[in-house]
């Protein structure tokens, strides 16, 4: 843990490199057969850091004595991006239904294109569960598992638009790029498979900072997620580019070249930290070959599996998919698995319409995986995280619309290592401000490390003369939810 590498160094060789005369190519034939290397796909696959064809291994992370005792050996985070509404999910405000209509008694924050009139959602609130946990009836299949949740009610975050929040929730940033929250993991933790990478994301969003939100950054390469379809459906389920034309010993021997050539180039230029990533990004890729198709293919699983999350039904059969591939994930090793809604939680307008409809494709899916995880001796040891970027106004925008609202919203936890069948935090009256017990997007990231046996603040990562982490500067654990 808490391993440092030094991005100066590397510099300093890549300096000594471009001032050696192309000594490495002293001929036309040499430049010609590594230029052909460079440009062909396998091999743009090991070096371009946004390809999808990356993971880790446990060899190639900062594996090492866990620094506190680990909860949970994985996460699923359930990122419903758009920012879903806290006070028509599982922030009830009945003084926000009481004073429907009328004025917000307060300020509205600065930048908010709505006005500060009372918008209480058509959506009815009921104790669920032993636990009498508040969850509307906007989203009645997770209701079921109130006393597997833990609701995080005082979230607050960085960012009023998209992007910035996006970047925070996914990387810690709201405005520089910084590696993903998955891509600290793979590098502290690599895979718990030999074959397979750390870091998946399923229907990862093309907006918002698109691959930023789930690539390595300044990271080595190999710690960005295995992304498997876009915007929020997972296509085919498999990964592209990573089978090839030919028998299976032709791939082999265009795997094995590829190998060759970048460990001879690796020879030539000295120890390099990104082509020490390359070698390994292919080796990972040829394992892959034979490991992830019959993890990703869902197919395998039964007609009941596939009922329970809603496949072969249109409203949730892509999101089904999605959780489903999640589980199996799960279930074989990766360690950080994202899973997006694609960008639908944005209602602007038609709030009840919209919500209705995001709530149809998800909820269903997202019952399905706890039970499944549950069944199958999963839940224990993998923490879910399900939430969006920010939440929404408790005043109207437009008609009958929310605003974004980073300055109080809701996320929820399950699974391992958390108290359940509880809250934390509280906003005001009306579900606008984070009040009680606050807790920074920051500190959710602290938290959710901490249950994965990790120090926030002892993973670390050099970097342009500096040591980096998820968390800059900031950032604590929320103890409170964690079990005893």
Known sequence: MGKVWSGSEDRLKMNRLSSRNNSQFSTRRQFGAMSSFMLGGLSVAAFDPMQQVMGATADSAAV???????????VIFLFMHGGPSHVDTFDYKPRLAKDDGKKLPFDLPPNIDAVPKLLNGPWKFKQRGQSGLWVSDLLPHMAKHADSLCVIRSMHTNGQSHGQAVGMVNTGSDNLVRPSVGAWVSYALGSA????????????????????????????????????????????????????????????????????????????????????????????????????????????????????YGIGTKETDAFGRSCLLARRLAESGVRFITVSSGQVWDQHGNLESGHNKNALATDQPIAALISDLKQRGLWDDTLIVWGGEFGRTPVVQGKNG???????????????????????????????????????MHDLHATMLHLLGIDHEQLTYRYAGRDFRLTDVHGRVVHPVIAS
Not at 64 to 74: F, I, S
Not at 295 to 304: I, S, Y
Not at 407 to 419: D, I, K, N, P, T
Request: charged fraction near 25%; charge should be negative; glycine fraction near 12%.
């Open 402 to 440: 929310r605003d974004h609202n980073p300055q109080g919203f809701s996320m929820v936890l399950s699974g391992g290592g958390v108290r359940t069948g509880i809250t934390f935090g509280e906003t005001d009256d009306y579900g606008y401000f984070a009040e009680k017990d606050r807790v920074h």
């Open 193 to 308: 498979h030999p074959d397979l990478p750390a870091h998946v994301a399923i229907g990862p969003a093309t907006a918002h900072g698109g691959p930023r939100n789930y690539g390595a950054a300044f990271l080595p390469a190999m710690h960005q997620a295995t992304s498997v379809g876009s915007n929020g459906k997972p296509g085919t389920g498999q990964i592209s580019h990573l089978v090839g034309p030919g028998t299976e010993r032709e791939i082999k021997e265009r795997f094995d070249l590829v190998r060759q050539m970048n460990l001879e180039h690796l020879r030539a230029i000295g120890s390099d930290r990104e082509l020490r990533g390359a070698v390994e990004a292919v080796d990972l890729a040829s394992r892959m070959r034979l490991a992830a198709p019959e993890v990703f293919d869902v197919e395998r699983e039964t007609d009941e599996t596939h009922r329970g």
């Open 64 to 74: 090492g004595t866990p620094h506190v005792t680990p909860r949970v050996k994985r």
